[in-house]
C-alpha cells in the first residue's frame, strides 16, 4: 500500500486540475503542466479541493504508478502555485557568471566562456557568485541546475567549481611536504 497515494492531494483556490485521454493537466497562477499518465491503473478522483487517487486493479504496476503519479500531482500543484528554486555557488578565485537575456554564461577557468541557453520557462539570475534557477516545473528546474553544476563539478583538493548551497564537498589532504 502506498503512503503517498492514501492521502489526498489537496488543491489550493485558483488552481484547475484535469484528465483527458491519457494527459494530466494542472493550471495555476505561475504556468500550466502537463504529464501523460496511465488512466487504466490509477483512477484520479477530482473533487472541490482535493484529489484522491486510487489503484485502478490490484496489479503491481498499478500500486507502484499510484503513490507515483500522487508525488507528481503534489509537485506539479506546488510548481503553478508557489514554483522551485535551486540555488548554486560558485567558488574559485577568477570564477563568474553573467546571465544575458536567455542565456547563462559561465568562466570557470576554461580557456572559453561556457555559454548556456536558459530553457523555456525557466529564469536564471546571477548574483556575485550566486547562481538562482527558478520555475514552474520541478523536473526542468533540477535538470537544468544539474547541467550547469556538470560544466565544473567541485574538486576535492580546494573545493574550486559549482556546488549546491549547502552542499557538503568531502576534501582530501593533498601532498605533505617530506623533510
Same mark, same amino acid.
Given at each position: 500500500?502506498?503512503?503517498?497515494?492514501?492521502?489526498?492531494?489537496?488543491?489550493?483556490?485558483?488552481?484547475?486540475?484535469?484528465?483527458?485521454?491519457?494527459?494530466?493537466?494542472?493550471?495555476?497562477?505561475?504556468? #500550466?503542466?502537463?504529464?501523460?499518465?496511465?488512466?487504466?491503473?490509477?483512477?484520479?478522483?477530482?473533487?472541490?479541493?482535493?484529489?484522491?487517487?486510487?489503484?485502478?486493479?490490484?496489479?503491481?504496476?498499478?500500486?507502484?504508478?499510484?503513490?507515483?503519479?500522487?508525488?507528481?500531482?503534489?509537485?506539479?500543484?506546488?510548481?503553478?502555485?508557489?514554483?522551485?528554486?535551486?540555488?548554486?555557488?560558485?567558488?574559485?578565485?577568477?570564477?563568474?557568471? #553573467?546571465?544575458?537575456?536567455?542565456?547563462?554564461?559561465?568562466?570557470?577557468?576554461?580557456?572559453?566562456?561556457?555559454?548556456?541557453?536558459?530553457?523555456?520557462? %525557466?529564469?536564471?539570475?546571477?548574483?556575485?557568485?550566486?547562481?538562482? %534557477?527558478?520555475?514552474?516545473?520541478? #523536473?526542468?528546474?533540477?535538470?537544468?541546475?544539474?547541467?550547469?553544476?556538470?560544466?565544473?563539478?567541485?574538486?576535492?583538493?580546494?573545493?574550486?567549481? %559549482?556546488?549546491?548551497?549547502?552542499?557538503?564537498?568531502?576534501?582530501?589532504?593533498?601532498?605533505?611536504?617530506?623533510?
Amino acid at each position: 500500500m502506498s503512503r503517498l497515494g492514501k492521502q489526498p492531494v489537496t488543491v489550493p483556490s485558483g488552481v484547475e486540475i484535469k484528465v483527458d485521454a491519457g494527459t494530466l493537466t494542472v493550471k495555476g497562477p505561475k504556468g #500550466e503542466l502537463s504529464r501523460p499518465v496511465v488512466t487504466e491503473a490509477v483512477k484520479f478522483d477530482i473533487t472541490e479541493g482535493e484529489v484522491t487517487l486510487t489503484p485502478a486493479n490490484e496489479t503491481q504496476h498499478a500500486r507502484a504508478l499510484w503513490g507515483t503519479y500522487a508525488s507528481h500531482l503534489r509537485n506539479m500543484v506546488t510548481g503553478v502555485t508557489d514554483g522551485f528554486k535551486k540555488e548554486l555557488e560558485i567558488e574559485g578565485v577568477g570564477y563568474r557568471a #553573467e546571465a544575458q537575456g536567455q542565456k547563462l554564461v559561465l568562466n570557470v577557468g576554461f580557456s572559453h566562456p561556457v555559454e548556456m541557453e536558459v530553457p523555456q520557462g %525557466i529564469t536564471a539570475t546571477v548574483e556575485k557568485n550566486l547562481i538562482t %534557477i527558478e520555475g514552474h516545473d520541478k #523536473e526542468a528546474v533540477g535538470q537544468f541546475a544539474a547541467n550547469v553544476r556538470a560544466v565544473k563539478k567541485p574538486e576535492p583538493y580546494k573545493g574550486k567549481g %559549482i556546488h549546491y548551497v549547502g552542499e557538503y564537498i568531502i576534501r582530501k589532504q593533498g601532498k605533505k611536504a617530506v623533510a
